[in-house]
């Protein structure tokens, strides 16, 4: 199974594909509208422009709906109000210009000529990719050797993302019963693998079997290997439809023999310097943005502007990190230190919408300045959580190997979550980041991290 791309091939080529189509439409309405003048208009009155907002609005529009993340279609109706909203924020950017630069507006009668064609064209579109393109592509034939739990979390995650562009053709498993392993058919016993390949013909081999239930067949299967068949373990699909790192089929040995399983230095100094540029940066453009929140959170609220709290870093070293005071002052004086959580009594009402849009945040571009943290890593904790964490979750204290960051892999992948369960989940976010740390996956999660704060996802 392919690693995990940011762009499955799928989706980039939807993307490309729409960016056309929804062009198209609007050169159409071009021509419809002011036929036969329509290469007039377009070429010699150099018209072209025009179109950039409202094709770029619409293509964004799709972005910010999570169009692009799962390419199913559940209801047709939903898909007709996706359309619609794209639109409508369509129309809503052309009434913008209006107030600055109207060399960029588009004629209305074109707007609504080119806004109809696109809801027809794209939705139409759409429909026909799901059902019948996607799988033109050509799919990775799949087969599951075992039927371990993380083996049931492949399977389902494959059905549910059609995007990935992999088909599951069946599992082996000497029990007999159940039949099923979700939709999937049991095809017989694993000492039919040499036959059930031959019938299938699939493109790897993921095996997940459990321990105790009988030896693996790892003759027949370097056989395999040798005969150009791809053979990984559960964990290694995991990581390629999932984008995080199992933690319960996570080996010391992995972390220790690894190569590609641990900070990457010259990354970590190329993230470093970045970081402290766009931080340098952001404090300026932000300056007026963090000004009025902090006459806000004075005049609403008695006490400090700045809210301090000691977490864990770099290596374990504890350090400040600094926010925009959300909560009320000595909030935590009865409970001592307690997780933030939704609809949290201890916030203050102008706490909630800081939280909400992430502008209590801001002040933590000073701890990316001072070296503590940098733009994109693993959330940094509270010392009393990382001891409770550490002895309930293996592997935690490996993600203090390099420097925690304002956003991350987990926030823009996790909800917010205030469990164990949650942070389990997180930290194989976080490992994976470790894992695969790169300028692009950096550039990736901060474009991310917009949509999660318009949208007020993610973790705190």
């Given at each position: 199974?392919r690693?995990l791309?940011?762009?499955?091939?799928?989706?980039f080529?939807?993307?490309?594909?729409e960016v056309v189509?929804?062009?198209?439409?609007?050169?159409?309405?071009?021509?419809?509208?002011?036929?036969?003048?329509?290469?007039?208009?377009?070429l010699s009155?150099?018209?072209?422009?025009?179109l950039?907002?409202?094709v770029?609005t619409v293509?964004?529009?799709f972005?910010y709906?999570?169009m692009y993340?799962?390419?199913?279609i559940?209801?047709r109706?939903?898909?007709?109000?996706q359309?619609s909203?794209?639109?409508?924020v369509a129309?809503l950017?052309?009434?913008?210009?209006?107030y600055g630069r109207?060399?960029?507006?588009?004629p209305?009668?074109?707007?609504l000529m080119?806004?109809?064609?696109?809801v027809v064209?794209?939705?139409?579109?759409?429909?026909?990719?799901?059902?019948?393109l996607?799988g033109?592509m050509?799919?990775?034939?799949?087969?599951l050797?075992?039927?371990s739990a993380?083996?049931a979390e492949?399977?389902?995650r494959i059905e549910?993302?059609?995007?990935?562009?992999?088909?599951?053709?069946?599992?082996?498993?000497d029990?007999e019963?159940?039949?099923?392993m979700g939709?999937?058919?049991?095809?017989?016993?694993v000492?039919d693998?040499r036959r059930i390949v031959a019938?299938t013909k699939?493109?790897r081999?993921?095996v997940g079997m459990?321990d105790?239930w009988?030896p693996?067949?790892?003759?027949?299967l370097?056989?395999?290997r040798?005969?150009g068949?791809?053979?990984e373990t559960a964990?290694t699909a995991?990581?390629?439809?999932?984008?995080?790192?199992?933690?319960?089929e996570l080996?010391?040995?992995e972390l220790?023999?690894?190569a590609e399983?641990?900070?990457?230095?010259?990354?970590m100094a190329?993230?470093?310097a970045?970081?402290?540029g766009?931080?340098a940066?952001?404090?300026?453009?932000?300056l007026?943005?963090m000004?009025?929140?902090?006459?806000?959170v004075?005049m609403?609220?008695?006490?400090p502007i700045?809210y301090?709290?000691?977490r864990?870093?770099f290596l374990?070293?504890?350090?400040?990190?600094?926010?925009?005071?959300?909560m009320?002052?000595?909030?935590?004086?009865?409970?001592?230190?307690v997780?933030?959580?939704k609809?949290d009594?201890?916030?203050t009402?102008?706490g909630k919408?800081?939280r909400?849009l992430?502008?209590d945040?801001l002040?933590?571009?000073?701890?990316v300045?001072r070296?503590?943290?940098t733009?994109?890593g693993?959330?940094?904790?509270r010392?009393e959580f990382v001891?409770?964490?550490?002895?309930?979750i293996?592997?935690y204290?490996q993600?203090?190997?390099v420097r925690?960051?304002i956003t991350?892999?987990?926030q823009?992948?996790h909800k917010?979550g205030?469990?164990?369960?949650?942070t389990?989940?997180?930290l194989e976010?976080d490992?994976?980041?470790?894992k695969?740390q790169?300028?692009a996956?950096?550039?990736?999660?901060?474009?991310?991290?917009v949509?999660v704060?318009l949208?007020s996802?993610?973790?705190?």
């Amino acid at each position: 199974m392919r690693l995990l791309q940011i762009f499955p091939t799928s989706v980039f080529a939807l993307l490309l594909s729409e960016v056309v189509l929804c062009t198209a439409c609007f050169v159409a309405a071009t021509y419809l509208i002011y036929a036969p003048f329509g290469d007039e208009y377009l070429l010699s009155e150099g018209a072209w422009p025009n179109l950039v907002p409202a094709v770029g609005t619409v293509i964004l529009s799709f972005y910010y709906q999570d169009m692009y993340q799962n390419l199913r279609i559940r209801s047709r109706m939903l898909l007709l109000q996706q359309l619609s909203l794209a639109i409508g924020v369509a129309f809503l950017v052309q009434s913008l210009l209006t107030y600055g630069r109207l060399d960029l507006m588009m004629p209305r009668q074109i707007m609504l000529m080119g806004s109809i064609l696109t809801v027809v064209v794209l939705g139409g579109y759409r429909l026909i990719y799901a059902s019948h393109l996607i799988g033109m592509m050509g799919r990775q034939r799949v087969l599951l050797l075992g039927r371990s739990a993380v083996l049931a979390e492949v399977a389902a995650r494959i059905e549910e993302r059609m995007e990935l562009g992999i088909q599951t053709v069946g599992f082996l498993d000497d029990r007999e019963e159940p039949e099923r392993m979700g939709s999937l058919m049991r095809l017989g016993g694993v000492a039919d693998l040499r036959r059930i390949v031959a019938e299938t013909k699939p493109d790897r081999v993921v095996v997940g079997m459990l321990d105790g239930w009988g030896p693996l067949p790892m003759m027949e299967l370097l056989n395999l290997r040798f005969e150009g068949l791809i053979i990984e373990t559960a964990a290694t699909a995991y990581e390629a439809v999932f984008g995080r790192l199992s933690i319960k089929e996570l080996q010391p040995a992995e972390l220790v023999f690894s190569a590609e399983l641990r900070p990457n230095a010259g990354m970590m100094a190329i993230q470093q310097a970045y970081s402290m540029g766009l931080a340098a940066v952001g404090l300026v453009v932000a300056l007026p943005v963090m000004s009025l929140v902090a006459l806000a959170v004075r005049m609403s609220s008695a006490g400090p502007i700045f809210y301090r709290q000691t977490r864990v870093g770099f290596l374990g070293e504890n350090f400040t990190l600094y926010k925009f005071r959300s909560m009320g002052v000595n909030a935590e004086a009865g409970t001592g230190a307690v997780w933030a959580q939704k609809n949290d009594p201890r916030v203050t009402p102008l706490g909630k919408w800081l939280r909400k849009l992430r502008l209590d945040e801001l002040p933590q571009l000073f701890n990316v300045l001072r070296g503590e943290m940098t733009m994109v890593g693993p959330r940094p904790e509270r010392p009393e959580f990382v001891k409770m964490l550490s002895e309930k979750i293996p592997y935690y204290r490996q993600r203090h190997y390099v420097r925690p960051g304002i956003t991350g892999w987990a926030q823009i992948n996790h909800k917010y979550g205030d469990t164990v369960e949650d942070t389990e989940t997180k930290l194989e976010y976080d490992l994976y980041y470790i894992k695969r740390q790169s300028v692009a996956l950096d550039l990736y999660i901060m474009f991310q991290t917009v949509k999660v704060m318009l949208l007020s996802r993610g973790a705190q």
